[in-house]
Structure formats: structure tokens, C-alpha cells
């Protein structure tokens, strides 16, 4: 007789744990539903319901794997694990005991929703002797969280836009709609219901901007010279909150000065909007009685990132609306352990200076490693260019890398060049559910299980509780923690990987908020720390907690540990940045053309006369995964190039055409999508699809200089019409 059960637990698609009714029938999962909780209420998304094809996918990597022919040629023999992890570890090791531990490198990807997983693998690193730890740190999230630390001292996930109290919404290269629509999308409609202000500033028609008051079609990169712009009318026009920039900002004379550069009529020559929209824009903001500016990942995808945020930051501070009612709430996440992913176990302190010195980058970017607690948005080293080394030695050898839920061939700039390096390394390790695109060069893949095949936890600001394995684990997949500790040991590191079970590796997880694994066991429902009731303009009376402080749960954030003002050197919002100074750079976001522009590369632009824009977000897909899925293929098989109607006429181009994309990189072989969301000086085409991969046309030489974003937004290319 079959048995039949319902279990409820969090989705690992995506980063939002989404909860699901899981039906199971003889320990194996025939549907799922949308469990009639938070966050989610019943509501799934295509990803979510496709999660039983993504754990019986047929094509899952099941067991261990070693390549038996050239890199690429995808020829795979089924090893036991002690043969795969006695394989790596020895390599690893000779080339350690050859080159110096720095010869290895380890690229850490999102790894689907287990983010807490993440501080083992940098633990692995970190005990190897490696500083070399990589990832999309350079153009994922990371810019708005140093470009916040610079402004404000505390990161950018802990400004919470108060969407359900403001007037006034700003959606900067957001496209919440595909990326985050239960905590950003659904409260924008219920704002603009009750009368709020939406300002959409995009060069795409994305969805949101069909209920906007304003449309800005910015010209890609060129944000920061429109930020300046609305500076320049806050200021000029006397519409800034003196109050607030008086007591708590520095710097303020100086971004007048700047500000005077960048009036509306040369703003609009730079940006292709009218002065009179720029104007209208900073009226809007600067006269609502509240307003929040929603920063997307699209900012982090410019080669002028950094300084381009900050100006978009100032806005907030300019108009008062720094944890206010409406404005941007600093919640205490700082101190949440859960929040604080690069830190409890990463084990950075394994590391001598004379090691950190000789980290992949840090020569380029000496801010690297630099930005720390509380702002927990520490970049480690520079991807770009740790894959240059492998290609060409320099600074020095990099012989070997540990890939772990990423697909860099996909996700980074410049594909071609990832695989040159990948096919030289002497080891290339992933760790992963699926045959990828970057799998095809690895020496050794080691199967990862899903989150519901494995026992963990899961962590809120607020809560925490077990989510113990569902099904059991397809194949011979492990969970990443057993694979790490594992490899850990055989690689002599045991010392710092003394856990032997998952649950001992709980307990040193959860070791600062004083939770065991015991006590999740026991509990029959979540363990709820309450959050402080929310006090506006904390920085006039409590502050914020010092940077000494670390790993403190916000229910025991003593008093003593509590200043005044904000976590800057100055203890104010800072205009001027004494720190940018110091390193290098421009103390004030001086805007900079992109590195490839029509404006700063004419000689480019003359044979690769349009802007393309990449990177935008699908919510039927996460990044580069689960295109394998049937489900979620066939709501899109393939990717496009968003072409407007103007410029496809003027191409010859017609709505399905295949064209080819040419940028000096390479090129690509694409079907057309002619339509009018589009600004006619822009193509579009989306990030993660290993056939018409986007970033084969992206530089990675050329990049911001204080973080190293590369120009995923903001690139130029050229378009002709292969049917004719």
C-alpha cells in the first residue's frame, strides 16, 4: 500500500524561502503546493513548481565524476567519493607545496538559497592559506553595499525602504517584478493604489513602468551624471532639507561645487533626457513628504558603479529621508547572524598579512578586504583577474580552482577568456547539481544535493528553525557542508574542520546566538526572537553599534556598545569621502563616461554604433540555472535581442529575424524581438543562456576602478540581419 504524506518546508529555488507543501507518495515528490504561509501565502512562482523535475532531473549529477577526455569534450567516468576526494586533495596539495597555497583559488557562486552554507567554503580557503577567493561579488549587490558603507557606514541591506508608509517610490534599474516580487513588486502596487508617486528610470519598458507617473530611458551608464542632475535641482532650486544636512553630513559644499557642474540642460545632452524631465523628477522626490529609491543590480553592472550609487544615495540624504517613516529604515540587521554570511565561520583570521598581501586584485582595488563590520559586504578578491592569472601567470601562477555553485563560463565577462584559463588550470574541481557550461572543463565534479535532501536550518532576521531532509539524497549527492569537511580532512586541514556530523557543524553555525541543534530538534514550531520596536532617526539618539562589535544578536546590543550619529569616521552621512581619498579616488562621484561609450570610445562606436545592455533578470530562471528544467525551458527556449522597431527598420530587421551581435570580444547568433519597451539607441538581451551567452560580448579589462564592475549595462556592439 503507498503512503502518502504532506511535509511543508522552504523552497530552494531562489533566495526568498518561499514555503511549499511538499505531496509525497513512497518517499518521493509527485506535487507541490503553495503553503498558506509567509511570505508567500499559497503563491508560487514557475520555479517553484518545477522543483520536482529539478530533483529527478534525469541529466542531475548523481555521483562523482572524473574527465577521461580533453577539457570540453564532456567524456565522464563514475568514481567512488574517496577516489574523487583523494584525487583533488593530492593535486591540491602538490601545487600548494610548488607555488604557495595562493595558487589555488576558490570560486564561490550563489549556491541556490543556502547563503549561510557559503562561510564553509570560504573556511576551506581561508585554512588552505588561499586568499584567493572569487565570485560576482564585483557586479552582484556588493557595489551598493560599499558604495552604502562609504555614504552612510552601514550596508545597503540594511536600509529597508518603507514602501508601505511612502509617497514617493523611485525604481533605479530595478526590475523588481522578475526579481523580487513579494517584498518590492506587490507593495509598489498597493502604494500606487493609495495615491504613491513611481518613478521608473530604465532604459527598458519593464513591467512596473506601465503604472509609472515618470519614465526616465536613461542612456546606459550614464545614471550618475543624472543623479548629479537632480542634485543640481534639489540645490539649486532650494529644495533640500537644510536640517538634516547641516547637523548630520559632511562634504556638502564640496557636492554643491560639483552639483554646479552638472545643471539640467548639459545633463540632458549627457543622459538623452530632457531638462524639464530632470527637473520634474527632482521636484517630485524633493516635495513628497516621504520618498525611497529602490538602488537595482543594474547599478552594480557599470564600470562607474561605485561613485554612480553613491550620487543616487545622496539623494536620499539630501531630502531627509534617512530612517524616517516612508523613507529608508535602518533596521538592526547589522548585528543578525543570519545576515552576516562572510563572517562567523569564515576563518579570515587563518590568514598571516603577508598572505592578504598577496591577494588577486588588491593591487587594482586596495579597498578590497578593506570594507568590513558592520557592513558585511566584503569582496575577497577580484574574479577578473584571477582568471587572467591562470591564463597568464601574472602576478603570479594560479594553477588550480574549486568551483562552488557557479558557472563562471556563463556569468562571467568575457567567456571565451574564462575558458582559455579553466582549459590551463592543471585542476579545475565544481561542485554542482547539473552539467553546466563550465562543468564541461573541469578535471573533477563532486554532486551536490538540494536543500530539501539534507538537514540545515532556516534563519531569518527574526527566527530560526530546523528544516530536517524531506526525501533522501538522489544518487551519491552529498550536502556542500559534508563535501567541504570532507575534502577539509583530506586535505590535513581537520583542525579546522573538527564537526563530525551536520548537526556538530549546526552547532558551530549557530554558536553566537546561543541556539543548538538540540534545541531546534525539540522546538514543534519556529524560535522567534521579536524584533526592537522601530525607532525612527536612530542616529539622534542611539546610533548605531561600533564597528568593534561583532556577532551580537540584536536582542544583546548593550547600551555601552551604542554611539551617536552614524558608523562613519565622521559620525555623519558623508558627501566627501576622506576614505575614497586616501585610496586613490575621487571623494566626490565625479560622473565618468563608461569605459566603452559612444562619448568615450568614438573610434568604437563608429563600427559598433549601439548600446546593449545585458544582465536582466528572468523570474522563471535563477542567474544561469535550471534551463535545463523542460518546465521552465519551454516558457523560454531561447534568448532574444530586444531591438526597437526604428532601429530594426532601419536594419532590415523583422521580428524573429536571426541576426548576429558583434562587439570586438566576439559575437553572437540570436533571434530578434522587435519592440517598442526599448529606448531605439539600446538592444537588450538577458543574462544565463549558454547558447547566446551575453557575456562573450562583455570586456572584463575594462572596469570601475574602486570595485572593478565590469560594463554588463553599458557596452557597445553592433547588429546586422543574417536572413538576407
Known amino acids: 500500500m503507498s503512503e502518502k504524506k504532506i511535509i511543508t518546508a522552504n523552497c530552494f529555488m531562489c533566495l526568498y524561502s518561499c514555503k511549499i507543501d511538499y505531496h509525497i507518495e513512497n518517499e518521493k515528490i509527485f506535487k507541490v503546493k503553495g503553503s498558506f504561509e509567509p511570505p508567500n501565502y499559497g503563491a508560487l512562482c514557475a520555479r517553484a513548481y518545477a522543483e520536482p523535475e529539478v530533483i529527478y532531473a534525469p541529466d542531475r549529477v548523481k555521483y562523482p565524476l572524473k574527465r577521461v577526455g580533453k577539457k570540453g569534450e564532456n567524456k565522464w567516468e563514475r568514481i567512488s567519493w574517496d577516489e574523487a576526494l583523494t584525487i583533488v586533495a593530492n593535486k591540491l596539495n602538490e601545487i600548494k607545496k610548488k607555488y604557495g597555497p595562493e595558487a589555488v583559488a576558490f570560486h564561490r557562486g550563489m549556491g541556490r538559497g543556502d547563503l549561510d552554507v557559503r562561510e564553509f567554503f570560504l573556511r576551506l580557503a581561508n585554512a588552505f592559506g588561499s586568499p584567493n577567493i572569487c565570485g560576482p561579488a564585483h ?26 508608509k511612502t509617497e514617493c517610490i523611485v525604481l533605479w534599474g530595478n526590475n523588481a517584478p522578475h526579481s523580487n516580487i513579494l517584498m518590492i513588486t506587490k507593495p509598489i502596487y498597493d502604494a500606487k493604489e493609495r495615491g504613491a508617486k513611481l518613478i521608473v528610470v530604465d532604459p527598458r519598458y519593464e513591467p512596473l513602468a506601465r503604472i509609472a507617473d515618470k519614465h526616465v530611458m536613461v542612456r546606459p551608464g550614464t545614471d550618475g551624471a543624472l543623479a548629479l542632475g537632480l542634485i543640481n535641482v534639489l540645490i539649486e532650486e532650494d529644495l533640500y532639507d537644510k536640517e538634516f544636512v547641516k547637523n548630520w553630513t559632511v562634504g556638502f559644499d564640496e557636492l554643491r561645487g560639483l552639483a554646479k557642474k552638472y545643471p539640467a540642460e548639459e545633463v540632458e545632452k549627457i543622459t538623452w533626457i530632457s531638462a ?12 513628497s513628504k516621504s520618498a525611497t529609491i529602490l538602488i537595482g543590480t543594474a547599478m552594480d553592472h557599470l564600470t562607474n558603479s561605485i561613485q554612480t550609487i553613491r550620487a543616487i544615495m545622496f539623494l536620499i540624504a539630501l531630502t531627509g529621508n534617512v530612517d524616517i517613516p516612508g523613507g529608508h529604515v535602518i533596521y538592526p540587521w547589522w548585528t ?36 568590513n563590520i558592520p557592513c558585511g559586504d566584503i569582496m575577497d578578491a577580484y574574479s577578473p583577474s584571477i582568471y587572467a592569472a591562470m591564463r597568464t601567470d601574472k602576478p603570479y601562477p594560479v594553477k588550480a580552482i574549486v568551483i562552488r555553485g557557479a558557472n563562471p563560463v556563463i556569468t562571467e565577462s568575457n567567456s571565451n577568456a574564462i575558458i582559455e584559463s579553466l582549459k590551463k588550470a592543471e585542476m579545475v574541481v565544481v561542485l554542482d547539481m547539473f552539467m553546466t557550461s563550465t562543468t564541461k572543463y573541469a578535471d573533477i565534479i563532486l554532486p551536490v544535493c538540494t536543500d530539501i535532501e539534507r538537514d540545515w536550518y532556516i534563519g531569518t532576521p527574526s527566527s530560526i528553525k530546523l528544516q530536517s531532509r524531506i526525501i533522501e539524497p538522489i544518487g551519491e549527492s552529498w550536502p556542500d557542508v559534508k563535501i567541504i569537511t570532507e575534502l577539509a580532512k583530506r586535505l590535513g586541514l581537520e583542525k579546522y574542520f573538527p564537526w563530525k556530523t551536520i548537526e556538530e557543524a549546526i552547532n558551530a553555525r549557530l554558536e553566537g546566538i546561543g541556539i543548538t541543534y ?17 525607532k525612527y532617526k536612530k542616529y539622534e539618539s542611539i546610533g548605531f553599534p561600533e564597528y568593534s562589535k561583532k556577532y551580537k544578536h540584536i536582542n544583546d546590543v548593550e547600551k555601552k556598545d551604542i554611539m551617536r550619529g552614524f558608523p562613519t569616521s565622521s559620525g555623519k552621512v558623508e558627501f566627501y569621502s576622506e576614505t575614497l581619498k586616501r585610496y586613490g579616488h575621487d571623494p566626490l562621484p565625479t560622473f565618468i563616461e563608461p569605459a566603452e561609450s559612444p562619448v568615450s570610445t568614438p573610434e568604437i562606436a563608429e563600427k559598433y554604433p549601439l548600446i546593449l545592455i545585458t544582465g536582466a533578470q528572468l523570474n522563471i530562471f535563477t542567474h544561469s540555472m535550471f534551463r535545463n528544467i523542460s ?51 539600446v538592444v537588450h538581451m538577458h543574462k544565463g543562456f549558454s547558447d547566446q551567452n551575453c557575456n562573450i560580448l562583455i570586456d572584463s579589462q575594462a572596469y570601475e576602478p ?19
Open 139 to 164: 557586479i552582484c549587490f556588493t557595489p551598493r553595499g560599499w558604495a552604502s558603507c562609504l555614504t552612510f557606514g552601514y550596508s545597503f541591506k540594511s536600509q529597508f525602504p518603507d514602501i508601505e
Open 276 to 287: 524639464e524631465s530632470i527637473r520634474e523628477v527632482g521636484r517630485i522626490i524633493a516635495t
Open 336 to 371: 543578525n547572524i543570519f545576515f552576516d554570511h562572510n563572517e562567523v565561520l569564515a576563518g579570515r583570521e587563518f590568514l598571516p598579512p603577508e598572505i592578504v598581501a598577496k591577494t588577486i586584485g588588491i593591487d587594482k582595488h586596495p579597498l578590497i578586504r578593506k570594507i
Open 518 to 534: 538540540e534545541q531546534l530538534l525539540k522546538s514543534p514550531s519556529t524560535i522567534v526572537f521579536p524584533l526592537p520596536e522601530i
Open 631 to 681: 518546465l521552465l525551458h519551454e516558457l523560454m527556449p531561447e534568448n532574444v535581442l530586444e531591438i526597437h522597431p526604428e532601429t530594426a527598420e532601419k536594419l532590415r530587421i523583422k521580428d524573429g529575424n536571426m541576426v548576429l551581435v558583434e562587439s570586438p570580444r566576439g559575437s553572437i547568433r540570436i533571434k530578434a524581438s522587435v519592440t517598442e519597451g526599448i529606448e531605439p539607441r
Open 706 to 724: 574602486i570595485i572593478g564592475s565590469t560594463g554588463i549595462n553599458a557596452s557597445l556592439c553592433r547588429v546586422t540581419n543574417k536572413e538576407e
